[in-house]
């Protein structure tokens, strides 16, 4: 197995470990990725996770080069398929955090180079932590290909058109401190501090109550879809939901005991 899975209070750690490929994704480990996301959103234990990437050269160096050439099977053939295994055309929807659309809070902890489909993970998990070491591009265009994960599209939403267009384009690599610069990483940190942040930051998370942060992450993902009365609508029906939960008593009960809240999301 090249991804690994751990849970610990509640927060889930993905780990690519092929590091003598800089954590390239062949088609079979994309395939691995999707069901460690999958097995995350699904576990009732599990209510925020952090993905990375083993060592300290790469994050992830997107696809595999040597083992990501042309299928049998045409693009078209398989275009409306619903299961997508490592020898389809479209092996690159395994790792499409766009389509698997999680519930739950996803963290890159980004250490190394995070290039490609690397950076397009990065780009569409919900936070991320970056390293000094961290290098960021969307290289495809120099071989040939595009982002094909919504890395485009996300990278248009969070840059201004200008910066985003010059990246794109040129596919350009920048470091960790371009990447704070522009808003694409919250923080960084030295190498050795990465994942003891990250998973500070997680653990203040799973601490917070599960069916707000799975309400106020869904209300965040559908803003850029819905008009804004459209979704002020939607906040204020989340709310509504929300408001008998046990978590929400709890919550107010806690903070008038003065003591920690001990959330079983519901």
Not at 260 to 266: F, L
Request: hydrophobic share 50%; charged share 25%.
């Amino acid at each position: 197995m090249v991804i690994h899975y751990t849970l610990a209070a509640h927060v889930a750690t993905i780990t690519i470990d092929r590091p003598e490929k800089r954590n390239a994704l062949a088609p079979t480990t994309m395939v691995e990725l999707r069901d460690a996301f999958l097995r995350f959103d699904q576990d009732p234990e599990a209510r925020v996770a952090i993905i990375t990437g083993a060592g300290d050269k790469a994050f992830c160096a997107g696809a595999d080069l040597h083992e990501t050439l042309p299928s049998g099977k045409s693009f078209i053939e398989g275009y409306f398929d619903r299961t997508i295994g490592s020898d389809h055309p479209l092996y690159i929807r395994n790792i499409s955090l766009a389509r698997l659309r999680l519930k739950k809070p996803l963290i890159a902890a980004v250490n190394g180079v995070a290039v490609a489909g690397g950076m397009e993970i990065a780009l569409n998990c919900d936070l991320c932590i970056a390293s000094t070491n961290a290098r960021f591009g969307l290289t495809e265009v120099r071989i040939g290909s595009i982002p094909a994960i919504a890395g485009i599209q996300r990278m248009m939403r969070s840059l201004p058109r200008a910066v985003a267009m010059q990246w794109l384009l040129t596919a350009e690599i920048v470091d960790a401190a371009k990447a704070l610069q522009w808003g694409l990483v919250s923080e960084i940190v030295e190498p050795d501090e990465l994942m003891p942040r990250a998973r500070a930051i997680a653990a203040i998370i799973a601490a917070n109550a599960p069916l707000a942060v799975l309400s106020a992450k869904m209300l965040a993902d559908k803003s850029a879809e819905l008009s804004f009365a459209e979704a002020a609508e939607m906040e204020e029906l989340m709310w509504g939901h929300l408001y008998e939960t046990e978590d929400r008593v709890e919550g107010r009960r806690a903070f008038a005991e003065k003591r920690s809240p001990v959330y079983h999301g519901r």
